[in-house]
């Protein structure tokens, strides 16, 4: 079935640090691709989406490519903030059209210290 | 803008109660989705409903039902409840057009402590 693979940290950066959370993903079909973000003791928050292969999605200084040659979807930020301190959670959904599940990874906590 | 309600917010019960977790979609969102996400875990999805019609079914356990009624609303029974469903159970709702995928929005979920 389909799957997805990252980071799992945790991982502790310092502020204006560069951030890279790596996701891969195992589909059949083309998927939708997704970051998530949960702020602690909250739900699940859209951070940015691509629907197809050589989309960029971006979101707050956040980036991620849907690459279909790597079947990744990493994320990136030049200068992470303290407030980004969170749980990444990357997802993908199945082909476009339709009401589809998720299927996340396994979620990457991150603190970032003043 | 409103947004997916759940209640409880939180809920304790012990080994072999019931609980019933209820979900309240975004006005006009006619599709809901459960999510379970054990500790340190990553969200699971267990069923969806899409005009009252369970549409999709992942790894709910049969000791679990839930149904989505006429206003939209969804609810998720769980019966003889075990230690192990403890977790934080989402819900989330889109509105699907049939053409590019619609996002899911997501609940603050409710907690679940089995004890």
Redesign the interface.
């Known amino acids: 079935g389909d799957s997805v693979t990252q980071m799992e940290g945790p991982v502790t950066l310092s502020e204006e640090a560069f951030l890279t959370i790596n996701c891969t993903y195992t589909a059949t079909g083309y998927p939708s691709l997704f970051w998530y973000v949960q702020y602690p003791g909250e739900g699940l928050q859209l951070l940015l989406k691509a629907t197809k292969a050589d989309d960029k999605g971006s979101n707050k200084g956040f980036e991620a490519t849907y690459r279909k040659e790597t079947t990744s979807f990493h994320l990136e930020k030049g200068s992470v903030q303290v407030s980004d301190s969170a749980v990444y959670f990357c997802a993908l959904s199945g082909p476009q059209g339709g009401s589809e599940k998720l299927v996340f990874g396994k979620g990457m906590k991150l603190t970032v210290n003043p | 803008a409103a947004g997916v309600i759940q209640s409880p917010r939180h809920l304790i019960k012990e080994k072999r109660e019931t609980a019933t977790l209820k979900c309240y979609p975004i006005p006009r969102h006619d599709?809901v989705?459960w999510?379970q996400q054990g500790p340190g875990?990553?969200?699971?999805?267990l069923i969806?409903f899409?005009e009252k019609m369970q549409?999709?079914k992942?790894s709910i356990p049969d000791r679990f039902s839930a149904q989505q009624f006429s206003d939209y609303h969804s609810e998720l029974n769980m019966s003889s409840l075990e230690l192990g469903d403890s977790a934080l159970y989402?819900c989330?709702s889109?509105a699907?057009t049939?053409?590019?995928?619609?996002?899911?929005?997501?609940?603050?979920?409710t907690r679940l402590t089995v004890l």
């Open positions: 599709t989705y999510y875990q990553d969200p699971q999805f969806s899409y549409s999709d992942g989402f989330a889109n699907p049939g053409g590019s995928y619609n996002e899911q929005f997501f609940g603050p979920g």
